[in-house]
């Protein structure tokens, strides 16, 4: 059975490693939109239809994350822990796709919940030919269908985390 493309979040602040994903999704010819945002807080923000992305009849709901680690405002580990704290983002899939060769990163990465820890490859070759095995793989994995990843319609303003914010 196809399965419908679906969005691709790409938390990443490096503009090198966002034009090379670009590029590597065109020359795979992915089928999933790809959004890009620059920081963990909007990496948030998104997810959670914040500031720019309150829109919700608009914003599709991301369907995987890939999340660096090294980015301003927040990193990735904090947007990790972030989701995996939440009941409405918590099955979110979420790829660390990062230069950090550190076995803490990595260590914690996993602890956290995330669902693959990928150091990006040196040169675009090899970065999109990682590109396109992340694709393939998730074409092929059985996500549940009985719930969305998350369900905007359940949150009331006041229970949506704000990050720094108890």
Known sequence: MKKDPFLVLM?????H???ATKRAWKKHHIANPLHIVN??????DFLY???????QDTLPQAGILLLDIKMPRM????????????????RLPVIMLTTS???EDRLRSYNLGANAYIVK?????NFSESVRAIN?????????????WYDLSAWSPLRIPTPGVA
């Open 11 to 15: 938390a990443e602040d490096d503009e």
């Open 17 to 19: 490693d966002i034009v």
């Open 39 to 44: 920081d963990g807080e909007e990496c948030l």
């Open 49 to 55: 239809h914040r500031g720019k992305y309150e829109d």
């Open 75 to 90: 990193d990735g580990l904090a947007v990790l822990e972030y989701i995996r704290n939440d009941g409405h983002l918590r």
């Open 101 to 103: 060769k550190d076995e």
């Open 121 to 125: 490859p040196v040169g675009f070759n």
């Open 136 to 148: 393939l793989f998730w074409q092929l994995v059985e996500l549940p269908e009985s719930e969305p």
